[in-house]
């Protein structure tokens, strides 16, 4: 710590002093805690109960799995539904943590996600709440196709084979398996996205005229492969969380069955 003369000639320590960045950082990410909470209680919750359901009720009477293209399916209604019940808290968490970066007269001043959702339905109507819940819906279509689907199909084939026993490992691996397609079937969505999102106006037009547009213009100037660019990161995020979801989501279903539909 740095240490300042007094009048008597004695050094006095100064605490050392906190860069206002980071405590703007620190307290916009963690304003955001409670909206992220919901956002996942809310959408991760709507998207694998409505998956789980609809996966057994398709299932035949003598245990034979749906198909990979109703797997598909399914994971698309379950992954628009999601995101439909989801989109109010993603706009308090998108509204919260950017909150800390704008002019203190441009603030809002959410307490909570609670404050954030009342106060948007009160101030700006309650349809504000789903605002951008079209593109949200479409992304979260193709994440749930191919990761719900991918999984299920996943672990099917490994049962299949003979090698692998319906436990931890094979959840595993499934899980595995599902965040390499989950990130190779999402990644040109998630371009098309932040690309429209990001899009400048040139000569008073639109950068992009609709999602299309991006991949065309995509492939055609930066290469047809540049659609999968920083791959290896965005696995690496995408994979342990794939992971997690369905290891957790077994040991769930296992429990529920052993407590409450064991006889």
Known sequence: AAAAATPGGSE???KPRTSPKSVK???GGLAGLSAGL???ATYTTTRLGIYTVLF???TGADGTPPGFLLKALIGMTAGATGAFVGTPAEVALIRMTADGRMPLDQRRGYKNVFDALLRIAREEGVPTLWRGCIPTMARAVVVNA???ASYSQSKQFLLDSGHFSDNIFCHFCASMISGLVTTAASMPVDIVKTRIQNMRMIDGKPEYKNGLD???KVIRY???FSLWKGFTPYYARLGPHTVLTFIFLEQMNKAY???FLSG
Request: charged fraction near 25%.
């Open 56 to 58: 057994e009720r398709l």
């Open 146 to 148: 191919a990761q719900l």
């Open 25 to 27: 950082f620190l307290f």
């Open 12 to 14: 006095v320590a100064l």
């Open 38 to 40: 919901l956002r996942q």
């Open 214 to 216: 991006v991949l065309v």
């Open 222 to 224: 930066e290469g047809f």
């Open 257 to 259: 069955k052993k407590l």
